[in-house]
């Protein structure tokens, strides 16, 4: 790949960032203060030898064109004080504005994402098969992207489309006189190869050139996809192991004669803290963040110079010694385009390697109080006007904000609300005779926010709302599940995969259990505190419980599910959800948030 006329890429202009150790120190520089403006930062620098070259950065933008709402909207600042604050944040009409300012008089700037720019997307990109949202990134001049596990929702086919163009094989063209022309930057999945011939499905890796600069990048998704997408999504696909594939294309590219490697990994890791300026560095280098990351960046050969990550939506910018013990720089940017990253490598020609020595990166916040990019509005407004009739229209109303995604709890209001919809949805005996649900956390996408988005009103939820917090579609079903089998599912919440990072499901009313976070492992279910209906679950007798598809086939480190018996399939989760506040709201009478108290949490 390169930057050239062919791109329509303008000369962009290195924005240097602070240095904050002495090169003399002889170690790779920690984060600079995140937010630093342009009178803190140099213009352009150029060493003899040497040349600054600007990495932007970010990642899981999941379709988030338009600003998010409620909290999924929010970064939090931290004060030198210890205060924080929230800031709004993200909309691609900002962070277009943000990534422009950044590069402006560079020379030498390449963008790149660590996946999930696409799925579970909100409905004016989901509606449309993600294709704006492409549309966006090539707007944004987004130079490469790795691949996501969401990336893989609607299957192999469909990430080609977004890669190679072409009209939706179902739904055709939505824009008149318009082919849709795909991603006109390189999908990388390195790890991900066709099982009957052994291939990479896409490119592994590129080499970005500019002015006699070449980085090369490799993008990796985590190796668990499959654990976390439909079956149907991953068909004929085998995942492969993100340290030992990136360590084999870092080897090839480096055989080439590029010695300058960034690796885009779709997997990452949890800091300390939630503030995105957080110094995750402290009390020693990479010690304030913990997570799958953290192991794959020490396995990584130190052939790679960089790590930009995602998938766990967390801001960090951190140093993680390399197998030598060397120290190398590992990014996230939250998610939504809320942040982006501005990493500085200092290239140089002589060796064509990046000087660890003089790394230096911040995550900044993409403010909301700046111009907003008119191409982007443009775009916004085109396919929301395409969107618009089915977008707008009210399914219920809402007495207060009810937190789903941004609550931060095990158990969120919203989750209730889904788990009560899905219970109504399949209780009848007609529909599945179900008597419990159960909602995986990372299937609630957002906050329903009473304030009104548009025109709509305050307190009105409509159905583009709805779309956002439920974009899978997935269909429910209900199963013949033993009291010990699903003494077994909580178990797995905590347990196994999920011990590291539990997946707490959303139940319905009448069902609860205690979670002791004191223990660890499985013992941190008190099995004797699972009731329904304020009866000791038996492990002998059968319950019928009802999922969504993705649930019932074992996703989320959910086995057990598989073993259910007697399955129906019944209405989608959106229809269920949008049914739930047609019976239950109305204009006079709004939907109040549940309490939230169905798991007792002992801390």
């Known amino acids: 790949m390169s930057a050239t006329p062919q791109r329509r890429r303008r000369a962009r202009r290195l924005t240097a960032t602070i240095a904050v150790l002495a090169a003399a120190a002889g170690v790779l520089s920690a984060a600079i203060p995140a937010g630093a403006n342009s009178s803190e930062r140099g213009h352009g620098r150029h060493h003899g030898r040497t040349v600054d070259?600007?990495?932007?950065?970010?990642?899981?933008?999941?379709?988030?064109?338009?600003p998010p709402a409620g909290s999924s909207g929010q970064v939090t600042h931290q004060h030198p004080d210890g205060s924080t604050e929230k800031i709004d944040a993200g909309g691609a009409e900002y962070l277009a504005t943000s990534l422009r300012t950044a590069r402006k008089g560079s020379p030498y700037s390449v963008t790149a994402a660590a996946g999930d720019m696409i799925g579970a997307s909100p409905l004016i990109s989901g509606l449309f098969h993600d294709e704006p949202t492409i549309e966006a990134m090539n707007k944004l001049d987004l130079d490469v992207t790795g691949v996501g596990n969401h990336e893989f929702d609607e299957g192999r086919a469909e990430l080609t489309r977004m890669q190679k163009g072409g009209c939706h094989p179902k739904d055709g063209c939505y824009q008149d006189g318009k082919v849709f022309q795909g991603a006109d930057f390189p999908y990388l999945a390195a790890n991900v190869t066709d099982e009957r011939t052994g291939k990479p499905i896409l490119r592994p890796y590129t080499v970005w050139k500019h002015r006699g600069v070449k980085i090369g990048f490799i993008g990796v998704t985590l190796e668990g996809t499959p654990d976390i997408v439909s079956a149907e999504g991953v068909k004929g696909l085998?995942?492969?192991?993100?340290?030992?594939?990136?360590?084999?294309?870092?080897?090839?590219?480096?055989?080439?004669?590029?010695?300058?490697?960034?690796?885009?990994?779709?997997?990452?890791?949890?800091?300390?803290?939630?503030?995105?300026?957080?110094?995750?560095?402290?009390?020693?280098?990479?010690?304030?963040?913990?997570?799958?990351?953290?192991?794959?960046?020490?396995?990584?050969?130190?052939?790679?110079?960089?790590?930009?990550?995602?998938?766990?939506?967390?801001?960090?910018?951190?140093?993680?010694?390399?197998?030598?013990?060397?120290?190398?720089?590992?990014?996230?940017?939250?998610?939504?385009?809320?942040?982006?990253?501005?990493?500085?490598?200092?290239?140089?020609?002589?060796?064509?390697?990046?000087?660890?020595?003089?790394?230096?990166?911040?995550?900044?916040?993409?403010?909301?109080?700046?111009?907003?990019?008119?191409?982007?509005?443009?775009?916004?407004?085109?396919?929301?006007?395409?969107?618009a009739p089915v977008a707008n229209k009210p399914v219920g109303h809402i007495a207060a904000d009810?937190?789903?995604?941004?609550?931060?709890?095990?158990?969120?209001?919203?989750?209730?609300?889904?788990g009560d919809a899905q219970l109504e949805a399949m209780a009848p005996a007609d529909k599945g005779g179900a008597q419990i649900a159960l909602m995986n956390p990372g299937g609630i996408r957002?906050?329903?926010?009473?304030k009104a988005s548009g025109s709509e009103g305050d307190g009105v939820v409509t159905y583009g709302e709805a779309f956002t917090v439920q974009p899978f579609t997935n269909m429910m079903t209900a199963v013949d599940l033993t009291g010990a089998q699903l003494i077994t599912a909580l178990q797995q919440q905590v347990s196994g995969p999920n011990e590291a990072s539990p997946k707490i499901l959303q139940v319905s009313r009448g069902f609860s259990y205690t979670l002791d976070t004191t223990k660890s492992g499985a013992a941190r279910i008190v099995t004797d505190s699972v009731k329904?209906?304020?009866?000791?679950?038996?492990?002998?007798?059968?319950?019928?419980?009802?999922?969504?598809?993705?649930?019932?086939?074992?996703?989320?480190?959910?086995?057990?599910?598989?073993?259910?018996?007697?399955?129906?399939?019944?209405?989608?989760?959106?229809?269920?959800?949008?049914?739930?506040?047609?019976?239950?709201?109305?204009?006079?009478?709004?939907?109040?948030?549940?309490?939230?108290?169905?798991?007792?949490?002992?801390?």
């Not at 013990?325 to 064509?352: C, N, W």
């Not at 957002?446 to 009473?450: F, G």
């Open 402 to 418: 009810i937190p789903g995604r941004g609550a931060g709890a095990y158990e969120s209001p919203l989750g209730d609300v889904i």
């Open 446 to 450: 957002s906050d329903l926010v009473h």
């Open 532 to 603: 329904l209906n304020g009866a000791a679950i038996d492990p002998a007798k059968t319950y019928r419980v009802a999922m969504n598809e993705f649930l019932s086939g074992g996703g989320d480190g959910f086995p057990v599910f598989k073993e259910g018996r007697n399955k129906l399939v019944g209405t989608s989760d959106l229809d269920a959800l949008t049914a739930y506040f047609a019976a239950h709201s109305s204009a006079s009478a709004p939907l109040a948030p549940p309490k939230a108290d169905r798991i007792t949490v002992v801390k």
């Open 53 to 66: 070259v600007q990495l932007l950065s970010f990642n899981d933008f999941h379709g988030n064109l338009e």
């Open 238 to 387: 085998k995942f492969h192991d993100e340290i030992e594939t990136v360590n084999k294309y870092a080897k090839e590219l480096d055989k080439r004669g590029v010695k300058s490697i960034v690796a885009l990994i779709h997997e990452g890791g949890a800091p300390a803290s939630t503030a995105y300026n957080y110094n995750c560095d402290s009390p020693g280098q990479g010690d304030g963040v913990s997570g799958p990351i953290v192991g794959i960046a020490k396995g990584i050969t130190p052939k790679v110079d960089a790590l930009v990550t995602g998938h766990t939506h967390q801001a960090y910018v951190c140093t993680v010694p390399d197998p030598s013990g060397k120290p190398r720089m590992v990014t996230s940017a939250s998610s939504f385009g809320k942040l982006y990253t501005d990493t500085t490598l200092t290239y140089d020609r002589r060796t064509r390697d990046i000087v660890r020595t003089s790394v230096e990166s911040a995550n900044h916040v993409v403010r909301r109080d700046q111009p907003k990019a008119a191409d982007m509005t443009s775009l916004i407004q085109r396919w929301n006007k395409l969107a």
